[in-house]
């Protein structure tokens, strides 16, 4: 007889993210403990070992971080002098501070992907409206886009400015404030590759993503059309950025794909990611279940597809709270679909969950995610 | 603004097949309760609100299921009469007690299966040691397989004698004593189907169970060089003793395939099984899904396959404790593999884990299966 000491994940954050991450644990019989905001999160309600807390404190991160083997994250909200701190405990920190500050500060971020040759939008610091005007004037001109350096996600802290009388909100926060171009692109790209400590990394097919009023709305896996040159290039480019960044872990690329066939770098993520849910019932290993083998320091897995396309489509909040009652017209109309909910209470145009379809005929397998995904929030009603 | 209120399935038994629904579960946005033995429990380490009691007493049960929109089971060994009870307070209870006890009481289900004409081995009720010899002589004669009617599973409770002396130790325990003939069979195969309230039913491909020292070893999926007309058979009965016997939820047929090409039944399960195991990575819904949505009476999910080939090996408990120090060699041998550890204590031959693989080349397929158990057990060491 013996006893099975298998290792213990403490993940900090208990959105959605941690709660699909607990459930790609399970299997490997991975212990989880969760830092949550509140008892009611979506994570928290799935997760066996939870610790209510503000991850905001140190000392509420040292408490948690007794008996983790190692600790990973739901968001990029931790401040980095507190992942320092950990460290300096012995708590290895996966993705580590001096890779996760590209995913905190966009202006730190973008000067990085500058010095390694990545490209991206023509950007700059800026310091107040006027120098805005000046930054359009470098350029091509009004619109810009304007982005508090920290704090922003789907849309949030993020403007987009038609001139110097509309520049003046984004300073209000007082943190720093980055221009970039308004890039012409064709479409949004994402690319997922995971690392691990030792080294290895794996890329999952490139994807298209479709925003929705600066939220992502669906994602086509493999991306529809794209050159298998300009795939390459768009794996090899997020395999670069994790290596240079010394990510371990999952890492989203976002990407903008121009009208002239370039790839310019829009956003990273260190963590699962939006771009990446179709992996849980289209790739062979999900990025869930690839984020805990690589901070885990395991061998990952297989990050190919099962499926010719694999579709997902968010679910937001509508004006009908019940969506258990459209689960019974979903699930017989179609009854390879997969659904994901988080738990969460419903909000007008928040994600509380999506769903994944994939089959051989694309138009039919995005047909089914949208009227799903549409179905759930109740916009479409037959 | 609404909150959104999903069902709470109430699970009795901390097992592994507990643990695996529960996974299945989240993805639905489905709350789960659960009755454990013990706080260490498989599933206990791995769900939110878990109630540790025993499942025998009828008071903890009518406690436990305060709050439960339905009661469902990791095991089979719910006195029957406190199902009714719980029937009687108003709670959904599924399978339902006079379906239930046909998977706990062999007399009981081999006496049923007669009525509704689904062939069985030749069987009595036998009295004493002296009668299983005259049972012998009404047939082939000697071995007979004797079974108590209640309490067994995984080959306990089941003895093959050769002849009157070994009959003795079965009426032992003071449980009624089924006997049956030894069955000359060519192979084992399970029928496994999902049956709702509604009576709507699916059926997955019928598999190839190969066992060791009575216990499950692997399972292939499909049963290799079935006749369509043999497996259309075994898929109609299943579906027949589902109906016929009320089931709802998951229900396992394991059959004998004889030497001259008829099927029998061996035994029922009325839960997710062994069996159906290879679901998890090798069907569009798994039978913990398809058990859940059952239950909850919602529209059951597409069984049918999405590889070629599909095999299950049961990981046992070895000499070595250390299963995940294995980790490191079999993830790095095969990518595409798929681990399900149960966060089990390791026990010589105990049930610890099992592995999925699947592709389009069933040599390669069972290989890669059959290694890495071996090597997660300790038989293969390279």
Redesign the interface.
């Known amino acids: 007889?013996?006893?099975?000491?298998?290792?213990v994940v403490g993940m900090v954050g208990g959105g959605q993210l941690a709660?699909?991450t607990?459930?790609a644990g399970?299997?490997?019989?991975i212990?989880?403990k969760l830092l949550s905001d509140t008892p009611q999160d979506s994570a928290?309600?799935?997760?066996?070992e939870?610790v209510v807390g503000d991850h905001r404190d140190l000392e509420t991160l040292r408490a948690f971080a007794q008996g983790c083997d190692v600790i990973t994250f739901d968001h990029e909200h931790v401040p980095t002098g507190h992942l320092r701190a950990l460290e300096a405990d012995g708590i290895p920190v996966r993705p580590g501070p001096d890779a996760l500050v590209h995913a905190q500060d966009k202006g730190v971020m973008r000067a990085r992907l500058g010095e390694i040759g990545v490209p991206c939008p023509r950007h700059r610091i800026v310091a107040d409206p006027a120098d805005v005007t000046r930054f359009a004037e470098e350029g091509d001109g009004f619109p810009v886009v304007l982005k508090t350096v920290r704090g922003g996600y789907d849309g949030k802290g993020v403007w987009v400015v038609s001139g110097e009388a509309e520049a003046a909100e984004p300073f209000k926060a007082g943190v720093p404030v980055l221009a970039e171009e308004k890039v012409d692109f064709a479409r949004e790209l994402a690319a997922n590759v995971v690392r691990s400590p030792h080294g290895q990394a794996v890329a999952y097919p490139v994807v298209e993503s479709i925003q929705v009023g600066g939220v992502c709305d669906t994602v086509i896996a493999p991306a529809p059309g794209l050159s298998g040159a300009l795939s390459a290039q768009a794996q090899e480019l997020a395999l670069t950025v994790a290596k240079e960044l010394g990510v371990v872990g999952h890492l989203a690329v976002e990407l903008f794909e121009t009208r002239d066939g370039r790839l310019l770098v829009n956003e990273l993520a260190m963590r699962p990611h939006n771009s990446g849910h179709w992996t849980?019932d289209g790739a062979?290993?999900s990025q869930f279940a690839n984020h805990v083998?690589a901070v885990l320091d395991?061998?990952?897995?297989?990050p190919r597809p099962?499926a010719t396309w694999t579709v997902m489509a968010n679910v937001l909040g509508g004006d009908?709270?019940?969506?258990?009652a459209a689960?019974?017209h979903c699930?017989?109309r179609d009854?390879?679909?997969?659904?994901?909910?988080?738990?969460?209470?419903?909000?007008?145009g928040r994600k509380?969950?999506h769903v994944n379809t994939y089959g051989d005929d694309l138009a039919d397998v995005r047909e089914r995610a949208a009227h799903a995904a549409g179905y759930l929030r109740g916009t479409i009603t037959e």
């Open positions: 007889m013996g006893h099975v000491t298998f290792p709660r699909m607990h459930e399970i299997p490997l019989g212990r989880f928290a309600q799935v997760v066996s939870v849980q062979v290993t083998r395991l061998p990952l897995g297989d099962r009908y709270p019940d969506m258990y689960y019974l699930m017989a009854p390879q679909l997969k659904i994901h909910m988080y738990g969460k209470d419903v909000k007008p509380v969950g």
